[in-house]
């Protein structure tokens, strides 16, 4: 069985930093794609990075903020959120794009890890 679990939210002040970690554990043939997602009360939920094994993309409203990174030895991701804001406020969830098998593959969520930015 699969499982993503999040790490590393908690409330941190304006222009503060927070780093998210996402471990996959469990029997796999190979993760493609990782990347993070947030909710923000009364909103979609919204893709906000996510890296791929050719590419890494950044939702606009984090770019020069946000740095994804990945440690496929560890199969983790990690979402490094620096200069935050009130708007960075929700709950973010990992997904992962995983292959249990070569000819098959399946998406991801974590439980999600509540971020809160407010003085």
């Known amino acids: 069985q699969v499982q993503l679990v999040e790490s590393g939210g908690g409330l941190v002040q304006p222009g503060g930093s927070l780093r998210l970690s996402c471990a996959a554990s469990g029997s796999f043939y190979r993760i493609n794609d990782m990347g993070w997602y947030r909710q923000a009360p009364g909103m979609q939920r919204e893709l906000v990075a996510s890296e791929s094994l050719v590419e890494t993309w950044y939702a606009d409203a984090v770019k020069g903020r946000f740095t994804i990174s990945r440690d496929n030895a560890k199969n983790t991701v990690y979402l490094q959120m620096n200069s935050m804001k009130p708007d960075d406020t929700g709950v973010y969830y990992c997904?992962?794009?995983?292959?249990?098998?070569?000819?098959?593959?399946?998406?991801?969520w974590g439980k999600g890890t509540l971020v809160t930015v407010s003085s």
């Open positions: 997904h992962a794009n995983i292959q249990s098998t070569y000819y098959s593959d399946e998406h991801y």
